[in-house]
């Protein structure tokens, strides 16, 4: 599991956290980065360690459009080269540091791990919802730093009958294994459609929509290689129009679910590998109900948030557990909710294996 | 010092400590264990680990007879066959985890580490004098978790003599090095006996059993294969009828000593490995004297916890200075009171030797 | 970096941590040691470590002129020797640890970590100025603890560039850098002069020294094989006769400043690696303002020690960053004022390199 996937972009860091002002540190795919913003508003992720003696050059400081040294003041541009050294006119040769593309859209900053000149922006996904004025965004900030590897993450995503276990007092109904999934995939997408027809509402859906009798209720999970997932999910009050559909153009139907006052929200899920053992969760939801109303951003905010920890949790002792048995590892037993996640696995291994 | 004993009885818990509502997470002997009792009482330990994606089934639920995992909802019963999968109706081959076998005796809940067929009860100490109603015990609630290996803690156990050293304060006193042991061994215990003749009571023997002036005291400490010891001291007002004895027999002699208003206690003490470098302590301590009286109890009991936790430091600063010379390793120098424990780490290494 | 030098005297403890009392525990150059005093005020540096079980005599206590164990009570004399045994009255061959050369002077603890028959006094380092009742001493006590190799800190004081940008808000100004520096060696020492003329106070040179206008200032540090570090750096109005000198007898001159009204300190630094990645810093300062003023005393420290701790930031971060990119070595690009330092460097590896 200790491989990545390079030409990839990856979410870095919210839009806010980079600033004109502080040097942010944050380690991706196990390299130390800094991302700092120049007085136009562009941003850079450089190597986080000053060619000289090796400080982080995020102790240093944003001057301008540069970042300067923290210890012996070294100034570098926002592509890594070095363009003053303090006491001296010549600059050594060599006196630069690596840099990595970097874009800003959907609010978040992505940077691209691999070649530069392969960097491609159709390989982001599509989250035009964190612009569309119809749906009120949330983000989830901090992101969170959880001690698993990436891709357990992704399995977490892809399976949604675990509402029913970690999630069961907040999204998740006893009921949800029940419901069979269709799996759909693209080249490099897998996509996960349950229906859960005519069943009580988990306890947020009854809070936030006001549902009290039974509701149809989907959920259309899509991941996208290497670690991104987009999740919809929605109701309609039991026998109100809901039609159970698997085909990913379906997809599109259930948004005029919306106009037939459907209650629904999706989750934006970027999962960025620190290290092999540590994962970064960027998370944001938007919704299609109460969009004006910053004390339901609040509340929705504060109870997604608490059953996202439920995951943390469980991804902390599900890597914990796999560390300490490493002295006698064991097959894993695959059960039929797992084949959504076991695509997207081989997808990304597939993909790791082209780059070498 | 990397190897140990399985085909012994390991304390695991206390008989409380396992019960109907919640798992119990415990490793030993580098096996993370959970534990738990069915509705007829009975006790499993299984493997900590759901054979399908390995989160600890210690974090999941008792329901009724089985084991829920937190996160799939998959059923395990008491001998670690899986006998549900939410949303399918077959259990997929294969899908069991270990199991080792219990015995709920003397309080403790044990553990057979190796091979279940050669679990044998007459192997575990006999240690009847829990389950004496003239006899008043308190358990040692909670187990310490010591930074050390295991036979550390046996070779303090079968050496008194550091009382006059690290329990001056309590239960030891100066003069205790100045008397000599007799050793005594069968095929898997070892006997260590000193008498203490005419010689002032420590400062716990004066406050709990009332004495001035000098007593005769006695140390009986017998250790078996793995590690399991038996500590059985007392006094006597001196010259009020004990009699120094070095023959095993006497230790019954010595019981007679409570009728004759002796002053006595037992410790009980069960060694667990948990890793190489970690150790589980369980310990109780039985007393003749005060038996109805909850003050002493609670005063009794904090005591004595005070004393062990002065032996948990020494034994994790005598580990962690094993450990940081490790680069440079040196001998050990004898001397004439590390008889008895050298008697028994040749036992034990016997032991293992004739299992491989 | 992971070998020292072991024919010379480190700074192991400051004069009144060693006392009659108790044992003081210390680690230097990846050997723990403990230290203590007998009744004749004599200090002994012995192996940490019972011969017998291995427990840290650091737990144990002085009682006269010997160090009793902890555990069991050995007792051992100021050279290591054991020379009694609890119980019996023989001490069995072979029981004894190691001892090492100790010096005490300039109210500093040197021992001398290799062979004892080369240890020499006048391998110390010369500072009559801890012991000069014109000079005003402040000991920096305890000693940092940085999590860093040694060398780092090596270059760190070699290079007082760095003051315009760590030091930018209390020792430091922006100009420092651009002013040159002068670099004179002799076999195991070197020294680094730099002169800052006609510019601003420092703000704690403003502070303390009352200066409002512009002054010349003297940077004047020199290293010595393998780890001290004389600092003498002080000031006069600019154009009040002080005189940049770039040769190493000037150093006497600028004494003859304190008579002239100038305003000066002393930095003396002893920095004495623990292990291959922490360090202990020893250091003094002495001044020639205010020397029978305890307010000054208090508030100087106070502020150099902010000062210090700035350094011991910068060093952490950047052994931090040496080790996370060690999966990735890099080339550290040189530039003009890391001369002295690298100097110094080639002058220790010599000295290493000549002992094996």
Redesign the interface.
């Known amino acids: 599991m200790g491989m990545f996937l390079k030409n990839a972009w990856y979410a870095a860091a919210w839009d806010h956290e980079v600033t004109t002002d502080k040097p942010l540190a944050r380690?991706i795919l196990?390299e130390?980065l800094v991302l700092f913003r120049d007085t136009s508003g562009r941003i850079a992720a450089l190597e986080?360690?000053c060619?000289?003696?090796?400080?982080?050059l995020s102790?240093g400081k944003v001057i301008g459009d540069i970042l300067?040294?923290?210890?012996?003041?070294?100034e570098f541009d926002t592509l890594g080269v070095?363009v003053r050294?303090?006491?001296?006119t010549r600059v050594?040769p060599?006196?630069r540091i690596r840099s990595w593309p970097v874009l800003e859209r959907f609010q978040f900053i992505w940077v691209w791990m691999g070649d530069a000149d392969k960097a491609d922006e159709s390989l982001l996904p599509n989250w035009q919802v964190m612009e569309d004025s119809e749906w009120a965004v949330v983000k989830g900030d901090p992101p969170f730093r959880i001690p698993c590897h990436y891709e357990l993450f992704n399995?977490n995503l892809l399976?949604l009958?675990?509402l029913?276990?970690?999630h069961i007092n907040n999204i998740g109904t006893s009921t949800v294994?029940?419901f069979?999934i269709v799996t759909t995939k693209t080249e490099n997408t897998v996509r996960m459609i349950r229906w859960i027809m005519d069943s009580p509402p988990a306890p947020l859906y009854a809070r936030f929509g006001g549902f009290v009798d039974n509701i149809d209720r989907w959920q259309y999970a899509e991941a996208m290689v290497p670690s991104y997932n987009t999740v919809r999910v929605g109701c309609l009050p039991a026998g109100c129009g809901a039609q159970p559909g698997d085909h990913p153009d379906d997809f599109a139907v259930v948004s005029g679910g919306r106009d037939a006052q459907g209650f629904e929200f999706y989750n934006l899920n970027a999962i960025t590998p620190e290290t092999e053992n540590t994962t970064w969760y960027f998370y944001a939801h938007s919704r299609n109900f109460a969009q004006d109303d910053p004390n339901m951003d609040e509340e929705f905010s504060r109870e997604l948030r608490g059953a996202f920890q439920e995951d943390v949790d469980?991804l902390a002792?599900?890597q914990?557990?796999?560390d300490?048995?490493a002295?006698n590892p064991?097959?894993?037993?695959?059960?039929?909710?797992d084949g959504p996640g076991l695509a997207l696995r081989r997808m990304v291994a597939d993909a790791i294996a082209s780059e070498s």
Chains 1, 2, 3 share one sequence.
């Open positions: 380690t196990n130390p986080d360690r060619c000289h003696r090796h400080l982080p102790k300067q040294c923290g210890y012996h003041g070294l070095c050294v303090p006491g001296q050594p060599g006196s399995d399976d009958s675990h029913a276990y970690v294994p029940d069979p469980i002792a599900q914990m557990n796999i300490r048995h002295h064991k097959e894993w037993i695959d059960i039929r909710v």
